[in-house]
């Protein structure tokens, strides 16, 4: 027999599990530089987690049928995991961006194609 302290604990480990997986793509995200295409890929893989997660929960707590209360400790889980790491994800994110930043200016503009030094032409005598 499950208690409720028990079942109340798995719901919000779920939920925070659920986002520290949405901060963490936000992160890679951000390290990887990718524009609006990217990071809705990103957020559209998270959410198939989540609901795939509250669908898996559902059948673990109470025979797929959803509750309010799992519905709302997940979102609280969730909400505080986000709370406490965003930070931490947001300032992981502007490192990525500079870092690509001061590898790039290293590298020069990609416009700019290297080539080769003219040779010097021989003198004829």
């Known amino acids: 027999m499950r208690t409720p302290g028990a079942i109340a604990f798995f ?9 520290l997986l949405f901060l963490a793509g936000e992160a890679i995200a951000g390290l990887l530089g990718l524009k609006k295409p990217g990071r809705a890929v990103v957020d559209l ?3 198939g987690v989540a609901g795939v997660t509250v669908f898996l929960c559902a059948l673990a707590v109470d025979s797929v049928r959803l509750r309010l209360f799992q519905v ?22 502007h490192l990525g961006a500079a ?5 790039r200016a290293k590298r020069g503009p990609k ?14 005598t």
């Not at 719901?11 to 986002?19: D, E, K, Q």
């Not at 870092?99 to 590898?103: E, K, M, P, S």
């Not at 416009?111 to 004829?124: F, G, L, N, T, Y």
């Open 11 to 19: 719901c919000l480990a779920s939920g925070a599990l659920l986002g």
């Open 45 to 47: 893989l998270c959410c």
């Open 72 to 93: 709302a400790l997940q979102a609280l889980g969730g909400w505080a995991a986000w709370a406490a790491l965003s930070p931490w994800a947001r300032r992981t994110a």
């Open 99 to 103: 870092w690509r930043r001061r590898f």
């Open 111 to 124: 416009s700019q194609k290297r080539s080769k030094k003219p040779k010097k032409e021989e003198k004829k």
